[in-house]
């Protein structure tokens, strides 16, 4: 923490400072009145103590009060120490007889010059005599003069007594005496009001020390040192009781906040050391899963092309699927999600889903299967585990879907208007021994018809809101797409969409879908040669395999240009990631190319033609005709990664 | 497709572009039809020929009968390709 100077020292410095300077200005202006201040004060003191006296009535007769008993020598010497001036002297002057007189001298201190003073007076009083002969003619303010050797300032002012006498008041300071009386005011003034509020200032700073600032110092330390301290007892800031006061509430609150703290700090170390118990399991889960359930699965079959994928979700659902072709023409699908989460789901599923492969590969039929594997995992199922499981076997080459059904979600039939298929849902499996009720059935799917299986981490899917991705979503996101990689891809991406950042559930999809398949209807002349041509480079791109394919299409169709004599043609590609089909139809004479002589005829004659069906059968894995309502159709299979 | 024709006297080598087909086979015939009948030497430069279908290796055997000096150079493997299944790299000049 950076190092801050302490409140209370600030406050100090404050405070001296602007004691300092007060005493500074004081003493400034106290010191160094000028000369003409003094001066014109003594002047007006002197008025002032004559007009004094002149009311009190003096007299030339001793220096009595005219009835009063009180001595003038009394009056004057309060004067002195009143006006603040050294000496006051009253001397009588006869104007008849010249006779200079000093009646009393009055001083307010001890000053020992006294005599010497009355002789230095009657000796000026003298040098001024004609002056004060004629006190009318003197008039304005008394003039002060300095006399050097006394270091005296000095001022008179003359009354009229009586036709003969005039007494003349003077008034003496000393220079020193002067400058010390406005000191002395200042330091018995200013000083003791000074020195009060200083007192003050610091008792009051040494109380906001104990009751504020040390507080603050001793929370905010805490504060620094709460994590180092985490775990040690902490003493309450106060260890009786807390001043009655903010300080108080505050190190109250302090001490609340910092139990509170620790007992979350507490919960969250707990919680920490669980959590990696629960990933660890999680972990193992997502081994045993993602090893036996891919991710990603493509396959051709037939007429059809599959395309799975499944994704986890964070805590392991247990979904699982399975594709696999049984022999040449019958593809094996199954789907199935187990009950519960992590490692015990994920080991039960990879036991069922190995009990129901072993099966199916020993030719048990779907239903057989799910009875069988029913029953086993009855027979050891302490944990009274469940699984849902849908499989289907598929003629690739009639459609045909036989399937058993335990507890699955229906299959949706995709096609021109995606349906959900309705099938006998049967019990789940590993639930019921002898009383299991497996659902059978089969679908036939027509011409451009596909298969859609899924688990409920699609349909039940839940958003932000928590609202379910439905079924309805489902047939939406697939809505216009034509393979089985599309549809798939579609489906999962708009699950995700849904789900937002994180799938509440795994989700597995499996779609049998027909392959790619272009329908042309093409004139029978050369130029539809463009047609086909622009067909297969966007199927296949700018490839040998393009090219390969090209060949076999612009010698089976010359054919019927040149020979057939029909009227219409029709030409269907059906592409999958490794094959492509084509079947030509034509209207024109029977013709069937595959009676030709499959072999090439010696090079010299191959100017008179008769190559092309050689080179066909050469290129082609199969090659088929038959003549069917009035039409010659000819069918025959391409191996793509052959041709690359 | 395209064809470009360089003749030097009695010989002449034709540079054949892109498609061989069934189409641009009889062009080219065509095209051959035309040159001098003094030409008694045909070299066919496919290095630049994408594809050729079984019209285009008829009007190859027809050439070969026709010149007594006649070959090909050249040849991208995918027509190789087609010219082995016809069994025609064993009887041709092909270079």
């Known amino acids: ?644 | 497709m395209t064809v470009n024709k360089t003749v030097n006297g009695s010989s002449a080598v034709l540079y054949i572009e892109g498609w061989l087909d069934i189409r641009s086979s009889s062009e080219l015939a065509s095209e051959i039809e035309g040159l001098d009948s003094s030409i008694n030497e045909l070299e066919l430069d496919l290095s630049k020929l994408e594809y050729i279908s079984s019209a285009g290796v008829r009007l190859v055997v027809t050439l070969h009968k026709k010149y007594p000096s006649f070959k090909i150079t050249h040849a991208s493997p995918s027509v190789m390709t087609v010219l082995k299944m016809t069994g025609l790299d064993k009887r041709l000049n092909i270079e």
């Open chain 1, 1 to 644: 923490m950076k190092k801050r100077g302490s409140l209370l020292k600030s406050l100090i410095a404050l405070l001296t400072v602007s004691a300092a300077l007060l005493i500074v200005i004081y003493t400034a202006t106290g010191i160094y009145l000028s000369d003409a201040e003094k001066k014109e004060a003594l002047s007006s003191n002197t008025i002032t103590v004559a007009s004094i006296l002149q009311i009190m009535n003096v007299n030339h007769q001793g220096g009595l009060l005219q009835g009063s008993n009180v001595k003038m020598d009394k009056v004057m010497t309060v004067l002195c120490s009143n006006f603040e001036v050294d000496y006051i002297t009253a001397i009588l002057i006869n104007r008849k007889t010249d006779e200079i007189n000093v009646l009393c001298t009055a001083t307010s201190t001890d000053n020992e010059d006294i005599f010497v003073l009355d002789s230095v007076i009657e000796k000026y009083m003298a040098e001024k005599s004609e002056i004060w002969k004629h006190p009318e003619e003197y008039q304005g303010m008394p003039a002060v003069e300095y006399l050097e050797d006394m270091d005296l300032y000095f001022c008179d002012f003359p009354l009229v007594i009586d036709d003969d006498s005039i007494l003349v008041v003077t008034l003496e300071v000393y220079d020193r005496e002067l400058a010390h009386s406005v000191v002395r005011n200042v330091m018995s003034f200013t000083l003791p009001t000074l020195s009060v509020v200083i007192l003050t200032v610091a008792v009051a700073l040494l109380l906001v020390n104990f009751k504020i600032a040390k507080p603050i110092r001793k929370i905010s330390s805490r504060m620094i040192n709460f994590v180092d301290d985490y775990k040690k007892n902490h003493r309450p800031i106060y260890e009786k009781d807390a001043p009655n006061n903010e300080i108080g509430d505050i190190s109250e609150a302090f001490n609340k906040m910092s139990s509170d703290i620790e007992a979350f700090m507490t919960d969250i170390d707990r919680m920490r050391s669980e959590r990696v118990a629960a990933e660890v399991e999680l972990g193992i889960a997502r081994k045993i899963q993602t090893g036996i359930v891919p991710e990603r699965l493509e396959l051709d079959a037939g007429i059809y092309s599959v395309c799975a994928a499944a994704e986890a979700a964070r805590n392991m659902g247990g979904d699982f699927y399975e594709c696999f072709r049984v022999d040449d023409r019958t593809l094996c699908t199954v789907i199935g999600d187990v009950s519960g989460k992590g490692v015990s789901a994920a080991v039960f599923m990879s036991m069922i889903k190995t009990a129901i492969q072993v099966r199916l590969a020993d030719g048990f039929s779907p239903e057989a299967t799910l009875d069988a594997v029913n029953r086993e995992v009855c027979r050891a199922n302490s944990e009274s585990m469940f699984a849902t499981v849908f499989i289907a076997l598929t003629d690739t080459v009639t459609g045909e879907v036989n399937f058993a059904n335990g507890g699955h979600n229906p299959p949706v039939i995709l096609g021109e208007s995606p349906r959900f298929a309705e099938v006998e849902s049967g019990t789940l499996i590993g639930l019921f021994d002898t009383d299991c009720d497996i659902g059978k059935g089969s679908i036939r799917l027509k011409e451009g018809e596909g298969l859609l299986l899924y688990t409920d981490g699609c349909n039940e899917a839940l958003d932000a809101e928590s609202e379910f991705f439905g079924t309805d979503g489902m047939l939406k996101a697939i809505d216009g797409k034509t393979t089985a990689k599309d549809i798939c891809g579609a489906l999962c991406d708009a699950v995700h969409r849904h789900s937002g950042s994180e799938l509440s559930d795994d989700v597995t999809v499996v779609v049998i879908y027909p392959r790619e398949q272009r329908v042309m209807k093409l004139k029978p002349e050369l130029s539809s040669l463009d047609i086909i041509n622009g067909a297969l480079s966007e199927m296949l791109g700018n490839t040998d395999a393009m090219r390969s394919a090209a060949l076999v299409a612009e010698e089976l169709f010359a054919n019927i240009v040149t020979y057939s004599g029909a009227e219409k043609a029709e030409l269907i590609l059906s592409s999958s990631p490794s094959s492509l089909k084509m079947r030509f139809t034509d209207d024109g004479e029977p013709f069937d190319p595959s009676s030709a002589d499959p072999e090439m005829k010696d090079p010299d004659l191959l100017d008179l033609g008769g190559m092309g069906i050689p080179l066909v059968r050469r290129m082609s894995k199969s090659f088929s005709y038959e003549r069917a309502d009035g039409k010659n159709i000819v069918t025959l299979e391409l191996d793509l990664s052959a041709l690359q």
